[in-house]
């Protein structure tokens, strides 16, 4: 197989830079055809920065663009110039129209024509059988905002899939699917892969790095680490080549963790339950310890956790907080009750974008002192600095707009708003998604130590394993029911899983 | 779903109770009984001689004098006129008044009239068709005279004072651009600057009929231009605002002060103004056209021709007279 | 860095004040007397007076305008026609329903209070369509703009109600032995006021935060609606203010020209001070010098004898031009230039 | 499938039959409370496209606009210009009627790039944008002519006074003269615009980037359409189509003067709004702008055929109506969220 692939993409010496970072340093990059290539790295090594720039996004400072078939270097001004030439993208979070149809969402821009006028029928049939055809059966004349998420990914698939790219990549394309959905896309890149395509393909699951793809290229730092086949690169090494160092091996955290039993209750729920979402459901939370919500997207552990903060509101059941009966009307009674919520959408619910990342590390305990006693500002730069360096937070300047940083330093801005409040009881639904390795582990250490002082914590994740070296009990859940309550040995990666899937246990 | 849906039919019932209740007493038959049917056109409720003109119309066309008027308020919009008077040939009425907004642009819906063979009698203001017998005839008062009158006002009160040779310096404040009334009292009075040597027009400056406009326009004019001996106002209001800024600029006006003030219309306001020695003038611009189109209407159902044009009477009310008796008389 | 984005913050006060300066300075040329102040009768007399007397109105209104762009990313259009209402709530009750009084018919500052009232009610009905039932701002406003006048002539019953009593002229006009008109002192207060619990509280940044992103504004326990609420009461309040103002100098109501297209020189002031109206990060100072910009040049326009009706062409200029140097993209299109500029000249000097 | 679709609630669609409903139940009501002042005659339903005319087709560019999820407040002093410039070339400056229309389509064109250039490439807020060409139309217009200019361009007039019978509905009124009904060519054209800008929007790859470029900017973008393009193309449409709403506002009220078309911009938001064009953008449909412009139409008539309410009236009819559609699409909005939760 390895003699007749040819090299369709080739990426040389490519620079970048914005308004006082370096994001890309002669990067070069290379793609075969009928391959799928993984883009690991860190966050801020430059993977998104790579991939906008091959697409248009971005305008490169300096380096070339080799395309098969073109005998000159290209460059591409803008996504549509980049279609054109058989580069399409799959981008995280779903980049399609949510008021336009799910057919017109396929074929926009290369509507089918009939006497010079868009041909609804055709466009209706084609667009039904190129789902049918990846076994999506939906109506395709509906507008694609009154459909999940998972499945506006498949459609965004879809759509790429159909351009007949040379070039096709997925950006972290799995972070809003389910496993069986996962498995779909696989199979189907598998399919691609067989017709010659070269995929393209960022994702933090190391897992399906090794289940799916052929060859690796590691950037750090906006550098290229390097590229290497998938087999001679085990996943130890993997991780090591994108943080640049060794790192302590992250099932020995487990072992740090010196678990005191507690007995008073922080939080228990009484049948809460969320009309659609929610099926009632019993929780109890003790002072000090890590409980996982496990369960796949849409089983209601997001929601359970909103319930609990106040973001929604319950429609039955009851919530005690430290044994009195509780009921938030909006969060600030949360907050005020001790809690603390760390959103799974971070750009649209964590971060406050144009505000400095003092601003959003003191604004929630603002928020709980009340609009007229402000924080003084020598206050304000105690705290921020406090956080910082605590977290290390990878930040120009304190007062700098928290949106020039980088997803991972953005979350640890997150945590450290939260961590000025000294909440009791602490949600973090997704804290490590879309973020690198070493954040990850530094995270996980925190939630522990947290723990230990006290803090319970509520940790919902979609790794599993995440979750095992963390947590002190596991709620899963499936359909928005408890399904299984694990603790202690029972908790495996088998148990859990067995229980996701319905099985015995 | 369902609850949106209900809220909805019980607005569109609401909505249409509101219609048939306030229509209920203007439904009777329009050709059962024997009353004269009259559309009127007028333009707004901008201003005190509006309000005083609508009145006029609504106290002559009762149906205790055998009328029945329907009356429709432009808001200041020609399009909106357009649409009444379309709306007044559909409803069979007898004759249309019109109080036209600006003098332009009559032709078409004038010929829709002509063609359902309805009189159309303009009131106030002239309009400018290229076929006169679009209309019957017009009502109102000749701004053009009102602008002369103001001027030859000028020229006795200075003779009186003994300034007629003195170098006289004036400002107007001009109404609306391209209102038939600013058109005619700025070309009245210009015509009796013309004869004028020795008056000096300084400058002529908007105040859209506002009082603040014409307040803001006269201080403007106190720092450009330091020895103004008159102001000509073309409303009353803009007059009020003018003899504001002067006193904020420690000026005295009125008959006893440094500053001469013209103004036009008369409202009740501008007999205080004088009385308080504030004003010099005003010319009349009589809005009381009410009878007068009636006594038209009464000719034209007995058959007989009127003539086209026709001016209601106009005095010019000063300091020199009773005007506290005079005020007493007016109705407005 | 931070030397670099306090340039910015400056930079973004910069413009506003370039222009104002640039409208000074057409005046200084084109009227000589312009900046010549005078006392006539006790009272400061001139050109400046007159821009910052008449600019007060719209300064009231553009505080309130910004901090509604600034919570909502949306503008208040009703604000000329709430001018309207609150006029014609006080007038109706000072004069009791007739048309021209000169004794007050109920005490003056129930009149004064009725108006505050009256603007806030509206400036209310605006925040419940914008931040409960969740109403694009513009179109929310557009209920009042339009209905905002009738009301106003319904009260009045379409005449122009006066108040023909001195100190009813006050709040218009000098207080005497005040060398100053009274609008500029109210205006200067209603600034102070805002920009000290701006500053003193946390509102200021609750009304950023919301502005910016509403849901984490939530999440982090501010009550978003409830801000955005607040700001458009607060501006129904300023321009129940400004509607006084404008009532009492030419004391009287008069529901078809009372703050007539103010709210577009409002929503200009807010944009020619620096303030995006997408809402977020906004400046007081900035729509406070915008605001005198506008009047600086209509009065220069009205001194320099250009008719009324021509000035918006050189409003529509003058915007153009600044929104064109505050726009992001013309600034990169620019930077971009110049970086070729000076590579080319590098080359010559070679 | 077709159960499927059925499930699949349409907000859309639902809004415009309520605003299309609406319009009837209120005609209807019309027809019954008035029955014997006329209003039941065809020439009242003509008139209402007869004198809206212009409004149907600047609301539809404004739908067009606002789908993009902008908005257009100049069209009114446009109007205004184009009246203007139509009166003072063939009155003042002696060009031909024909001549005189060209050079407005072309200004409209050109005043629509302008503002397109200045939202799509320097990325300056609409509103912005719109009111600096509010006040540069208005103020030109006063720099063309401080006027009242009648137009009495005979080759124009003829256009203006053509009536176009229709063959049924005649009536005699109480004068004794048979009144047939007719329309002018003025409402040809404000149909043809409507028709082909529906047509536009529906079946063309312009059309549906326009609704694409509403729905999510940066989708689009990242889709591979050329948004600048799209939006600027959307802007210059409108100028175009405000140019024609110019001519036609003209060709009924043959003249130009500073102060014409006043406040039009907000009767075509308000028609557009009410005809369900939401001003976030990406949902719209130029029907359901007529049927907004002529729902306020009715309001209009209803108010002059009552013959003793003031003009206040009408103001606070349309916003009470305003106001119950913007709710009604917010409780709509929010119910939907409420299902997808």
Request: net charge neutral.
């Amino acid at each position: 197989m390895e003699e007749h692939q040819h090299v369709v993409l080739t990426m040389r010496g490519i620079c970048k830079s914005f308004p006082g970072v370096k994001a890309l340093q002669d990067v070069d990059f290379t793609l075969r055809t009928g391959e799928i290539h993984a883009l690991m790295g860190e966050n801020g090594a430059g993977k998104s920065t790579l991939i906008k720039v091959l697409t248009g996004v971005y305008e490169l400072d300096k380096g070339e663009i080799r395309l098969e078939g073109i005998d000159h270097p290209i460059v591409n001004r803008s996504p549509e110039e980049a279609q054109s030439k058989g580069i399409s993208t799959v981008y995280q979070e779903v980049n399609l129209c949510p008021n336009l149809s799910v057919a017109e969402n396929i074929y926009i821009g290369r509507e089918p024509k009939k006497f010079g006028r868009i041909d609804w029928k055709t466009m209706n049939r084609l667009g039904a059988e190129l789902l049918k055809s990846l076994d999506i059966d939906v109506d395709v004349t509906v507008p694609l905002g009154h459909y999940s998420i998972a499945l506006q990914q498949m459609v965004a698939i879809a759509r790429a899939v159909d351009m007949s790219a040379k070039v096709l990549i997925l950006d972290e394309p799995t972070s809003s699917l389910d496993e069986l959905e996962v498995e779909k896309l696989f199979t189907l890149m598998r399919k691609l892969k067989g017709q010659g395509v070269g995929i393209i393909f960022v994702t933090h699951f190391l897992e399906q790095v090794y289940e799916v793809c052929d060859r690796i290229t590691v950037l750090r730092n906006g550098q290229l680490v390097g590229e290497y086949p998938v087999a001679q690169l085990p996943r130890l090494q993997l991780v090591a080549k994108m943080m640049g160092k060794d790192f302590d091996d992250l099932a020995s955290i487990k072992s740090l963790r010196k678990h005191t039993p507690a007995e008073d209750v922080v939080i228990s729920t009484e049948r809460l339950g969320h009309s659609g979402t929610i099926k009632p459901f019993d929780l109890q939370i003790q002072k000090g310890q890590v409980v996982g919500l496990a369960g796949l997207l849409g089983s209601g552990r997001s929601e359970l956790a909103r319930c609990i903060y106040g973001t929604d509101r319950p429609d039955s059941g009851k919530l005690h907080v430290d044994g009195r009966e509780f009921a938030a009307s909006h969060p600030i009674d949360s907050m005020h009750a001790g809690m603390a919520y760390l959103p799974e959408d971070r750009k649209n619910e964590g971060i406050i974008a144009d505000l400095s990342v003092r601003e959003n590390i003191m604004i929630a305990l603002q928020a709980k002192r009340g609009v007229f006693k402000l924080l003084s500002r020598k206050e304000q730069e105690e705290f921020t600095d406090k956080y910082i360096d605590l977290l290390q937070i990878k930040t120009s300047d304190r007062d700098a707009p928290v949106k020039s940083l980088s997803g991972g330093n953005q979350q640890k801005v997150i945590l450290g708003r939260w961590l000025l409040t000294e909440p009791d009881f602490f949600i973090l639904d997704e804290p490590t998604r879309g973020i690198d390795v070493g954040t990850k582990t530094e995270i996980q250490k925190l939630v522990l130590q947290l723990a230990d002082q006290g803090t319970s914590v509520m940790f919902i994740s979609s790794e599993i394993d995440e979750m095992l070296r963390t947590c002190d009990k596991m709620e899963v859940l499936r359909d928005g029911a408890k399904v299984a309550e694990l603790d202690g040995d029972r908790m495996s990666q088998e148990s859990i899983m067995a229980s996701i899937a319905g099985g015995e246990r | 779903m369902k609850k949106a849906l209900a809220i909805a039919l019980v607005a569109l019932v609401a909505l249409s109770g509101v219609f048939a209740g306030g229509a209920q007493e203007s439904a009777a038959p329009a050709a059962s009984d024997n009353l004269i049917v009259v559309g009127y056109a007028q333009v707004g409720a901008e201003s005190d001689w509006r309000t005083a003109n609508t009145q006029s119309f609504k106290s002559t066309f009762t149906e205790a004098n055998g009328y029945r008027l329907i009356f429709d308020d432009a808001q200041q919009k020609q399009e909106n006129q357009i649409k009444a008077i379309r709306s007044f040939i559909q409803q069979d009425v007898d004759y249309i008044v019109v109080a036209p907004v600006v003098e332009t642009g009559w032709e078409t819906v004038l010929k829709e009239a002509k063609d359902a063979g309805i009189p159309v009698i303009l009131s106030d203001r002239m309009m400018d068709v290229s076929d006169p017998s679009l209309y019957t005839c017009w009502v109102g008062g000749n701004f053009i005279k009102e602008g002369e009158d103001a001027g030859k006002w000028l020229i006795d009160y200075l003779k009186k004072q003994g300034r007629s040779n003195e170098k006289i310096n004036i400002v107007t404040l001009q109404g609306t651009i391209g209102a038939s009334a600013q058109i005619g009292r700025t070309e009245g009075f210009g015509n009796i600057v013309k004869t004028q040597p020795n008056w000096n027009m300084l400058a002529m400056q908007t105040g859209e009929f506002t009082q603040a406009k014409g307040q803001e326009v006269m201080e403007s004019f106190l720092k450009s231009y330091p020895d103004i001996d008159v102001v000509v106002a073309e409303n009353d209001n803009m007059a009020f605002g003018a003899i504001d800024a002067i006193k904020a600029a420690g000026k005295t006006c009125g008959p006893n002060g440094d500053i001469i003030i013209i103004s036009f219309d008369a409202v009740a306001a501008a007999f205080d103004s004088m009385i308080a020695g504030d004003m010099n003038v005003s010319v009349e611009c009589n809005p009381l056209h009410g009878p007068r189109v009636a006594e038209i209407i009464q000719k034209l159902e007995k058959g007989e021709t009127v003539d086209k044009i026709q001016y209601v009477v106009e005095e010019v009310f000063d300091t020199s007279m009773d005007l506290p008796a005079v005020k007493a008389t007016r109705l407005y | 860095m931070n030397e670099k984005l306090k340039r910015i913050t400056h930079y973004r006060l910069f413009l506003p004040l370039i222009c104002l300066a640039l409208v000074l300075l057409v005046n200084m040329i084109k009227t000589p007397t312009f900046f010549h102040l005078s006392i006539k009768n006790g009272v400061l007399y001139g050109y400046t007076v007159d821009v910052v007397n008449r600019a007060s109105e719209l300064v009231i209104l553009a505080v309130g305008m910004t901090l509604v762009v600034a919570s909502s990313a949306g503008t208040d259009i009703s604000v000329g026609a709430v001018m309207a209402v609150a006029g014609a709530v006080c007038c109706y009750i000072l004069s009791g329903g007739a048309v021209s009084v000169n004794e007050y018919h109920a005490p003056w500052i129930l009149g004064l209070l009725a108006a505050l009232v009256a603007g806030t009610v509206c400036g209310a009905w605006n925040g419940f369509l914008v931040s409960r039932m969740k109403i694009q701002p513009m179109v929310a406003t557009l209920i009042l703009f339009t209905a905002g006048r009738g009301i106003a002539q319904l009260i009045t019953k379409g005449q122009i109600t006066y108040i023909r009593v001195e100190s009813f002229k006050l709040l218009g006009a000098n207080i005497p032995g005040i060398p100053l008109p009274t609008p500029i002192f109210i205006a200067i207060i209603v600034v102070l006021i805002t920009s000290i619990v701006l500053k003193k509280t946390a509102l200021g940044l609750y009304i950023e935060a919301v502005g910016i992103n509403p849901t984490a504004s939530r999440n982090v326990g501010i009550k978003s609606k409830q801000i955005i609420f607040f700001t458009y009461t607060f501006c129904g309040l300023l321009a129940g203010i400004a509607g006084m103002i404008a009532t009492s100098r030419i004391y009287s109501a008069d529901a078809n020209n009372i703050g007539l297209n103010m709210e577009l020189d409002a929503i200009l002031a807010v944009a020619l001070g620096g303030n995006s109206l997408g809402g977020g990060k906004f400046s007081i100072s900035g729509s406070v010098i915008g605001a005198y910009t506008i009047q600086a040049l209509t009065t220069t326009l009205y001194a320099m004898g250009v008719s009324a009706d021509q000035i918006p062409v050189y409003k529509a200029i003058v915007v153009v031009i600044i929104v064109t140097l505050q726009s992001e993209e013309f600034n990169r299109y620019m930077r971009k230039f110049s970086a070729r500029f000076a590579a080319r000249k590098a080359e010559v000097a070679k | 499938m077709k159960l499927r679709r059925k499930k699949a609630f349409n907000e859309t669609t639902f809004l415009l039959t309520i605003t299309i409903t609406l319009f009837f139940a209120m005609y209807i009501a019309g027809m019954i409370v008035f029955k014997n002042n006329g209003f039941a005659r065809l020439q009242v339903f003509l008139n209402l496209f007869i004198s809206n005319a212009s409004l149907i087709v600047i609301a539809a560019g404004m739908t067009v606009v606002m789908i993009t999820g902008g908005i257009d407040i100049s069209v009114g002093s446009f109007v205004a210009m184009s009246c203007m410039m139509l009166a003072h070339m063939m009155e003042r400056s002696g060009y031909g009627a024909i001549h005189s229309v060209l050079i407005v389509l072309l200004t409209g064109i050109v005043f629509g790039f302008v503002q397109g250039y200045l939202v799509s490439y320097l990325k300056i807020q609409p509103f912005i944008v719109t009111l600096a060409g509010m006040f540069f139309a208005r103020g030109m217009t006063a720099i063309i002519s401080q006027d009242m200019i009648s137009i009495k361009n005979p080759m124009f007039l003829s256009w203006a006074t053509h009536k176009i019978y229709l063959p049924f509905g005649g009536y005699t009124n109480r004068k004794g003269v048979l009144v047939i009904p007719y329309i002018y060519p003025t409402v040809i054209i404000a149909l043809i615009a409507l028709v082909v800008i529906w047509a536009l929007l529906r079946y063309t790859k312009f059309g549906r980037r326009i609704y694409a470029i509403g729905g999510s900017e940066t989708s689009a973008l990242l889709m591979g359409l050329n948004v600048r393009r799209t939006r600027l193309f959307a802007y210059i449409l409108d100028g175009f189509l405000c140019a024609i709403g110019g001519i036609l506002f003209c060709l009924n009220t043959c003249s130009g003067f500073v102060e014409q078309a006043k406040g039009l911009e907000m009767e075509a938001i308000a028609g557009a709004v009410i005809g369900g064009t939401l001003l976030t953008g990406g949902v719209g449909n130029v029907f359901g702008s007529l049927f907004g412009v002529l729902i306020k139409g009715t309001i209009e008539t209803f108010i002059t055929f009552q013959g003793t309410l003031s003009s206040w009236w009408t103001r606070i009819t349309i916003a009470a109506l305003l106001a119950f559609f913007i709710i009604l699409q917010s409780l709509l909005a929010s119910s939907k969220l409420k299902k997808r939760r």
